[in-house]
């Protein structure tokens, strides 16, 4: 049981290039989220899905695509990296429902853009 | 608007000294949920409680308590007797849903401690 993993862990992008990222979950969470972390900001939702074949906008959705064909999978695409993006990117699932259970999250990619 | 504040940003005590970290949130929800995670400098999030709106209950975990008042709208968190391995950075959280019946996450900017 692997929880959450990201791909890759590190990555350096040069203006304009693009790249996706992957998360991956084994726990057959329903909701997936991507957030970016700055410091003194926090996290900050991205993206989120609340099942296979949906997703929906966060706080700070601009520059960055999501997909979810696979229930375990969550992509998160920048089309044109900017220097604004580079960040530390967390990807976390948890259970759907009124009964909350905690977000679990992957260990982060740390993104670079010059 | 929902919103999760952290007003300390930077909390440095001495070892075994007592330290409470500051959480107020606000939400229209009246079902809500609320969340400590704890980042050591390894950088990975670790789940530290989860409490409902409905409990106001406080939590003792070991040397960790957390006070939860809806009248105040303050669900604080107290480590007693601090150590080294408690310096890393805690974040509050809430989740909501909403008129979309979605639940998304939101967290306040973190308050980094250091145990010295």
């Known amino acids: 049981n692997a929880g959450v993993t990201q791909t890759p862990k590190f990555r350096v992008l040069k203006t304009g290039q693009s790249m996706t990222l992957l998360c991956a979950q084994d726990?057959?969470?329903?909701?997936m989220y991507w957030y970016r972390q700055d410091p003194g900001m926090g996290l900050r939702l991205i993206h989120y899905s609340v099942g296979e074949g949906t997703t929906a906008k966060g706080e700070v959705p601009d520059g960055y695509n999501v997909s979810r064909l696979k229930k375990q999978n969550f992509l998160l695409g920048l089309e044109s990296a900017a220097p604004s993006q580079t960040s530390v990117y967390f990807c976390a699932s948890t259970y759907g429902g009124q009964v909350s259970y905690e977000q679990y999250f992957g260990p982060g990619t740390r993104l670079t853009v010059t | 608007a929902q919103k999760v504040t952290q007003a300390q940003t930077e909390i440095s005590v001495v070892e075994k000294e007592d330290v409470t970290l500051d959480c107020v949130y606000e939400t229209r929800d009246t079902t809500y949920y609320l969340f400590w995670y704890k980042q050591p400098p390894s950088g990975e999030l670790v789940f530290l409680i989860r409490r409902n709106s409905f409990d106001e209950q406080n939590e003792i975990s070991g040397r960790y308590s957390w006070n939860f008042q809806k009248s105040t709208s303050s669900f604080n968190f107290t480590i007693t007797a601090s150590q080294v391995v408690d310096s890393a950075v805690y974040f509050c959280?809430?989740?909501?849903?909403?008129?979309?019946?979605?639940?998304?996450?939101?967290f306040g900017t973190g308050t980094r401690l250091k145990v010295l």
């Open positions: 726990m057959n969470h329903e909701y």
């Open positions: 959280a809430l989740r909501w849903a909403g008129d979309s019946g979605t639940y998304k996450y939101i």
